[in-house]
T-cell receptor, first 113, second 115 residues
Framework: AQSVAQPEDQVNVAEGNPLTVKCTYS??????LFWYVQYPNRGLQFLLK??????LVKGSYGFEAEFNKSQTSFHLKKPSALVSDSALYFC???????????FGQGTELSVKP | DTGVSQNPRHKITKRGQNVTFRCDPI?????LYWYRQTLGQGPEFLTY????????KSRLLSDRFSAERPKGSFSTLEIQRTEQGDSAMYLC?????????????FGSGTQLSVL
């Protein structure tokens, strides 16, 4: 069975500092990995995905994520955080057969001025 | 692209009543998903369709829940004999599945409160 773990309920970062939101996964075969963001009173929005190829994936709003197969991780990163990045971030995985997307429990990112 | 539309936005009902939610996906999308989200948790998979065929239903979903997607366009999710534990945000998403795994587009959800 596929699963995703986000070990941190909350991440606090000062504006301008780099940020990392952690994600580890478990799936049979090669994974398809995704990051979504949820702003208050807004729907989930796609940030980026890893399917195959380069382990460093670039996405929307300056975010990127690094796929590490040996550590089964897919951490979300941004070199310089903005206050407007404050939101809920969800990592998700699906198996190579396709089908449902399984989400982690989410990490609340708080960026302070 | 008008996005994924869900109706109603909010639903308040009394325990034991039946409720039905509607989802209109992005028009060319062949897959439609239903998820449930409670406060502080990630979206929990309920079921999904490819065109009009329901391909998977979560084992966590009781037989009080049923979903349909007639004609492969809009979908409805019905909950019979609602319980207080059904209170949650119900999310719909759609995608265009092809050779490469595609991203899901989510609606704004229907917030259900069971009193």
């Amino acid at each position: 069975a596929q699963s995703v773990a986000q070990p941190e309920d909350q991440v606090n970062v000062a504006e301008g500092n780099p940020l990392t939101v952690k994600c580890t996964y478990s799936v049979s075969g090669n994974p398809y990995l995704f990051w979504y963001v949820q702003y208050p009173n807004r729907g989930l929005q796609f940030l980026l995905k890893y399917i195959t190829g380069d382990n460093l994936v670039k996405g929307s709003y300056g975010f990127e994520a690094e796929f590490n197969k040996s550590q089964t991780s897919f951490h979300l990163k941004k070199p310089s955080a903005l206050v407007s990045d404050s939101a809920l971030y969800f990592c998700a995985v699906r198996g190579f057969q396709g089908g449902k997307l399984i989400f982690g429990q989410g990490t609340e990112l708080s960026v302070k001025p | 692209d008008t996005g994924v539309s869900q109706n109603p936005r909010h639903k308040i009902t009394k325990r034991g009543q039946n409720v039905t939610f509607r989802c209109d996906p992005i028009s060319e999308h062949n897959r439609l998903y239903w998820y449930r989200q409670t406060l502080g948790q990630g979206p929990e998979f309920l079921t999904y369709f490819q065109n009009e065929a329901q391909l998977e239903k979560s084992r966590l979903l009781s037989d009080r829940f049923s979903a349909e997607r007639p004609k492969g366009s809009f979908s409805t999710l019905e909950i019979q004999r609602t319980e207080q534990g059904d209170s949650a945000m119900y999310l719909c998403a759609s995608s265009l599945e092809g050779v490469v795994s595609e991203k899901l587009f989510f609606g704004s959800g229907t917030q259900l409160s069971v009193l």
